[in-house]
């Protein structure tokens, strides 16, 4: 007998509450966010088979059961359209926006950040200095844009780099910006740059088993612990409570890339970094109020504890025309980018700390 024969399909019962009887799910204790419309859930995909019996006839999106028995098993209950924050409401059909659990996510970022954080390494390197460093990111950046990278492995090379430096001393500080690079790509892009498009682009000043070698180094040194939190990761979520317009997005991120040049940055929590770009960009642009209760809520900072990490962002923008290293200064002379470097810096949050306190207020929104 043909083994064929014996196939049979796998038959669904075409009453809803069976359906869910059948995945042994619990109903819901709250009404849950509906993320696909009513008339995507009726699916009819009845065919008759050549022995007569039916394919299936479900009247409820398998996606959607599948998701909310994982809900089940996990305990999570989903939450209400009250229970969500505002600026999340237009997302709420969105999979990939996960406005169920934005906010626990960012919670837990903001606890993680502070988890492997570089710190200040400059004196326990002698063959560098923060000149050196600077030079590193601009060519990076550069590499980056060429290559159309994501943004977000430029913010884990940064990383890499600085968390490296932190636990090791450094000669050769060019190939651990390469690696790290190498690194950030394998982790984060789908189509990584290889080893030999490294060798040419530093002219092949270094070998690749040189390249190979560093990049099992700098790996092991990190103990490959490369899921952290960096800026970007919370530049994206304060843009959206920022409400930007696409102007401002582009200044956010063109001071948040400034920013990654500055070595006195990293004494700051990638948290705060993040806030004081987009706090920064609504003083250059003129936004009224410079400091939402939203972005106060969101990114837990208020407006005078960005102040200090904020005028070391108008200082690298304010140098950015005249500077050998304008890289990131160029790519946001781009029309692409609106041209945004072209806006003249923020100087009143300097001012601010050359005033006494009373005046301060009065200097900010000058």
């Known amino acids: ?15 809803k509450q069976e359906a869910l009887r059948m995945l042994a799910l619990k109903p819901a204790t709250k009404k849950p966010v509906k993320l696909v419309s009513e008339k995507n859930e009726n699916i009819n995909l009845d065919s008759d088979f050549d022995d007569g019996t039916k394919q299936m006839s479900v009247s409820v999106s398998l996606t959607s059961v ?29 999979h990939l926006a996960v406005v169920e659990y934005v906010h626990d996510l960012y919670t837990f970022y903001k606890q993680q950040q502070h988890v492997g954080r570089p710190i200040d390494y400059m004196e326990k390197q002698p063959h ?24 977000e492995t430029l913010y884990l090379t940064i990383y890499i780099i600085d968390r490296y430096l932190s636990l090791d001393g450094v000669k050769r500080l060019q190939l651990v910006g390469m690696c790290a690079l190498l690194i950030a790509c394998k982790y984060e892009e789908l189509r990584a740059p290889r080893v030999n498009d490294l060798m040419d682009i530093s002219f092949n000043k270094y070998t690749r088993e040189e390249i190979l070698r560093m990049e099992k180094t700098i790996l092991n040194k990190l103990e490959w612990y490369l899921t952290v939190p960096t800026a970007y990761m919370f530049l994206v979520r304060f843009v959206k409570v920022a409400k930007a317009d696409q102007e401002l997005e582009h200044m956010i991120y063109f001071l948040a890339e400034l920013g990654l040049m500055q070595y006195d940055l990293i004494k700051y929590c990638p948290s705060m970094v993040a806030a004081s770009a987009v706090y920064t960009a609504r003083c250059t642009l003129g936004k ?22 904020a005028r070391v962002l108008v200082k690298a923008h304010s140098t950015a025309p005249g500077s050998n290293l304008k890289v990131v200064y160029n790519k946001y002379m ?33």
Not at 128 to 151: E, G, S
Not at 337 to 364: H, K, N, W
Request: aromatic share 8%; proline share 8%.
């Open 66 to 94: 599948l998701s909310a028995r994982s809900k089940v098993a996990c305990d999570i209950s989903e939450k209400s359209n009250s229970e969500i924050d505002e600026i999340d409401l237009p997302d709420v059909f969105n």
């Open 288 to 309: 009224f109020p410079l400091w939402t209760k939203a972005l106060e809520h969101h990114t837990s900072f208020s407006e005078p504890q960005l102040l200090e990490c």
């Open 1 to 15: 007998m043909d083994a064929s024969s014996n196939i049979r399909p796998v038959m669904f019962p075409s009453d």
């Open 334 to 366: 781009l029309q692409q980018f609106g041209g945004v470097a072209r806006y003249p810096p923020a100087m009143s949050l300097i001012e601010v700390a050359l005033v006494g306190p009373e005046d301060q207020a009065s200097v900010a929104i000058s």
């Open 128 to 151: 560098i200095n923060p000149k050196m460093r600077a030079i590193l990111v601009d060519w990076i950046t550069d590499v980056h844009f060429r290559y159309n990278l994501q943004p």
